[in-house]
C-alpha cells in the first residue's frame, strides 16, 4: 500500500508502464505485487478534467519527454510539447474523465491514430521531428 503524505482527499491516476493497465482515480496505490516482478506505475493528481497520464517514450511515462502541457479551458483544448525520437513510433495515454470526448487530434503535422478505452485515449503516431507540438480538442 502506497498512501500519498500529506495529500489527504486528494484522488490520483496511476498508469502502469509495462502492461498498459490503468488504476484510478484513487486515493492509495494497493497492489499485490508478485515474487520476482517488477511494475512502473506513472502517477498523478486527478485534476477533473483530460490530462497526459503517460508515455512510452520513457519508463518515466513522460518525465523526460513531456516539454510542455497546457489545457485551455475556454478551447477545450489540451496540448503540449514533446520531445520525441523522429522516426519512432510513439503512444501517449491520456486521461478523459467523464464529461469529455475528443474531437480533433494533431501532433507535429499528423493525424494520430486515436483509440478510446474507457476513461483513457491513446494516441499513436511516429514523429518526423525530435519536438512535436500536439493537441486534443474536446
Same mark, same amino acid.
Not at 500529506?6 to 484510478?24: N, Q, R
Given at each position: 500500500?502506497?498512501?500519498? /503524505?500529506? *495529500?489527504?482527499?486528494?484522488?490520483? $491516476?496511476?498508469?502502469?508502464?509495462?502492461?498498459?493497465?490503468?488504476?484510478? /482515480?484513487? *486515493?492509495?496505490?494497493?497492489?499485490? $505485487?508478485?515474487?520476482?516482478?517488477?511494475?512502473?506505475?506513472?502517477?498523478?493528481?486527478a485534476v477533473g478534467r483530460p490530462q497526459v497520464l503517460s508515455t512510452d517514450r520513457h519508463v518515466t511515462g513522460g518525465a523526460v519527454d513531456i516539454l510542455a502541457e497546457k489545457w485551455d479551458p475556454a478551447a477545450r483544448r489540451l496540448s503540449g510539447r514533446s520531445r520525441l525520437v523522429r522516426g519512432w513510433p510513439h503512444r501517449m495515454v491520456l486521461h478523459v474523465p467523464n464529461g469529455f470526448e475528443a474531437r480533433g487530434v494533431s501532433a507535429g503535422g499528423v493525424k494520430p491514430e486515436s483509440e478510446a478505452k474507457g476513461e483513457l485515449l491513446i494516441l499513436r503516431f511516429t514523429p518526423t521531428a525530435d519536438e512535436v507540438d500536439w493537441s486534443v480538442s474536446f
Open positions: 500500500k502506497l498512501d500519498w /503524505p500529506g *495529500k489527504t482527499g486528494e484522488e490520483y $491516476l496511476a498508469y502502469e508502464f509495462w502492461s498498459g493497465t490503468f488504476l484510478g /482515480p484513487m *486515493k492509495q496505490l494497493d497492489v499485490e $505485487l508478485p515474487a520476482m516482478s517488477c511494475r512502473v506505475y506513472a502517477v498523478r493528481r
